[in-house]
């Protein structure tokens, strides 16, 4: 029986590894995506494009302006003269802030009076104008306070747990190994019978002396093997080419990997029994990773989501697995944590990988 099984596994990889085209699509582009989506996918907005309209003639605005044209985050474009000026630059896309002084801002502040500015921000990008408004009162408070309150003897230390530097890559990296991770092993899982269909060899499994559930063990490890390698391979780039500490165990790692890819393989086997070329294998891979990332939380907190998608996230094994990896990269989660998010994925892989089963079986017989 596994010298049958072996032989179908082995002739799996073989048309895998074979394929120009299989190659490109398990270790080209997902390196390529390892690669870019890194500095793509961030959540700093820097480089913010600000014009000033300033009526103002004294010192103090000024200061203003030059303490936004010290900021790393802001640019300063240029000015603008008039309230006209002021919508036509934001409608033309040629600065994403503008900042309007008003003419008695500096004697107001002379005088110890409030002394308002207003800020308009292109609201296009909702999630941008948040971070930008928030950066614009870190800005505007440091420049309202006394000297003495500046000056202290002690002043404030703020550090962020598991994440000091507030890094992008750290929270990015774990949850897109997950996602390279599904698209690597739903690939080669969706094209493997839609493969032999499309090529003419699927009618010679029917006269092989392999049985129905050897069919399903040589179709799934296949599967298995790369989806592992590659995790691997995507794990070290994290660690050693980013820079991204591993503060947990990989052991506790390792075996989430091992049942996310489990429940993707049996998912990847059911569309490729279900399609008929490898286009349709291809389409149903789209359709089923779009809304895996979408409801896994690797962008958008799944707390923030309405609570019937809230439900729907937990037929989503990559929403466990992003949760493994980021906490076992971040802060050493232990090992009764990872076994919380390890067994409902074990619960899709069975489900996942019996429905498989049981469409080879009925294609096949």
């Given at each position: 029986m596994w010298r049958r099984v072996w032989a179908l596994i082995l002739k799996e990889l073989l048309a895998v590894l074979n394929d120009r085209k299989s190659r490109i699509v398990i270790v080209g582009v997902p390196l390529m995506?390892?690669?870019?989506?890194?500095y793509a996918s961030t959540f700093e907005v820097t480089a913010i494009r600000m014009a000033v309209f300033n009526e103002d003639t004294g010192t103090a605005s000024h200061d203003?302006?030059?303490?936004?044209a010290s900021a790393s985050s802001f640019q300063v474009t240029g000015h603008v003269a008039s309230e006209e000026a002021v919508r036509e630059t934001v409608e033309a896309g040629r600065a994403d802030i503008i900042l309007r002084i008003g003419e008695s801002f500096s004697a107001d502040?002379?005088?110890?009076?409030?002394?308002?500015?207003?800020?308009?921000?292109?609201?296009?990008?909702?999630?941008?104008?948040?971070?930008?408004?928030?950066?614009?009162?870190?800005?505007?408070?440091?420049?309202?306070?006394?000297?003495?309150?500046?000056?202290?003897?002690m002043p404030p230390v703020e550090r962020s747990l598991y994440n000091p530097n507030l890094l992008s890559l750290w929270f990015i990296l774990p949850g897109l190994?997950?996602?390279?991770?599904?698209?690597?092993?739903?690939?080669?899982?969706?094209?493997?019978?839609?493969?032999?269909?499309?090529?003419?060899?699927?009618?010679?499994?029917?006269?092989?002396?392999?049985?129905?559930?050897?069919?399903?063990?040589?179709?799934?490890v296949p599967g298995l093997i790369v989806g592992f390698v590659e995790s691997l391979v995507f794990i070290a780039v994290t660690v050693w080419f980013y820079g991204v500490p591993m503060a947990g165990s990989l052991?506790?790692?390792?075996?989430?990997?091992?049942?996310?890819?489990?429940?993707?393989?049996?998912?990847?086997?059911?569309?490729?029994?279900?399609a008929q070329t490898q286009q349709q294998a291809l389409f149903g891979g789209f359709f089923f990773i779009v809304p895996s990332v979408v409801l896994s939380g690797f962008a958008t907190?799944?707390?923030?989501?309405?609570?019937?998608?809230?439900?729907?996230?937990?037929?989503?094994?990559?929403?466990?697995?992003?949760?493994?990896?980021?906490g076992v990269f971040l802060k050493d989660l232990p090992a009764d944590a990872v076994a919380a998010q390890i067994w409902p994925m074990a619960v899709i892989a069975l489900a996942t990988l019996l429905a498989a089963a049981l469409l080879v079986r009925r294609r096949l017989y």
């Amino acid at each position: 029986m596994w010298r049958r099984v072996w032989a179908l596994i082995l002739k799996e990889l073989l048309a895998v590894l074979n394929d120009r085209k299989s190659r490109i699509v398990i270790v080209g582009v997902p390196l390529m995506q390892l690669l870019i989506f890194p500095y793509a996918s961030t959540f700093e907005v820097t480089a913010i494009r600000m014009a000033v309209f300033n009526e103002d003639t004294g010192t103090a605005s000024h200061d203003l302006i030059a303490a936004f044209a010290s900021a790393s985050s802001f640019q300063v474009t240029g000015h603008v003269a008039s309230e006209e000026a002021v919508r036509e630059t934001v409608e033309a896309g040629r600065a994403d802030i503008i900042l309007r002084i008003g003419e008695s801002f500096s004697a107001d502040l002379a005088r110890g009076r409030m002394a308002p500015v207003q800020v308009i921000v292109d609201g296009r990008n909702s999630n941008t104008a948040l971070i930008t408004l928030n950066y614009v009162r870190s800005i505007t408070r440091d420049f309202s306070l006394p000297p003495a309150s500046v000056n202290l003897e002690m002043p404030p230390v703020e550090r962020s747990l598991y994440n000091p530097n507030l890094l992008s890559l750290w929270f990015i990296l774990p949850g897109l190994v997950g996602i390279l991770v599904l698209v690597v092993t739903l690939s080669v899982t969706a094209f493997s019978v839609a493969r032999e269909k499309e090529v003419g060899t699927f009618e010679q499994l029917l006269v092989t002396p392999l049985h129905k559930h050897e069919i399903a063990i040589g179709k799934t490890v296949p599967g298995l093997i790369v989806g592992f390698v590659e995790s691997l391979v995507f794990i070290a780039v994290t660690v050693w080419f980013y820079g991204v500490p591993m503060a947990g165990s990989l052991a506790l790692l390792l075996a989430g990997v091992v049942v996310f890819i489990l429940s993707v393989v049996g998912v990847g086997l059911a569309i490729s029994t279900l399609a008929q070329t490898q286009q349709q294998a291809l389409f149903g891979g789209f359709f089923f990773i779009v809304p895996s990332v979408v409801l896994s939380g690797f962008a958008t907190p799944i707390f923030n989501m309405p609570e019937w998608i809230q439900t729907l996230t937990y037929l989503n094994p990559l929403r466990y697995f992003i949760v493994i990896s980021r906490g076992v990269f971040l802060k050493d989660l232990p090992a009764d944590a990872v076994a919380a998010q390890i067994w409902p994925m074990a619960v899709i892989a069975l489900a996942t990988l019996l429905a498989a089963a049981l469409l080879v079986r009925r294609r096949l017989y």
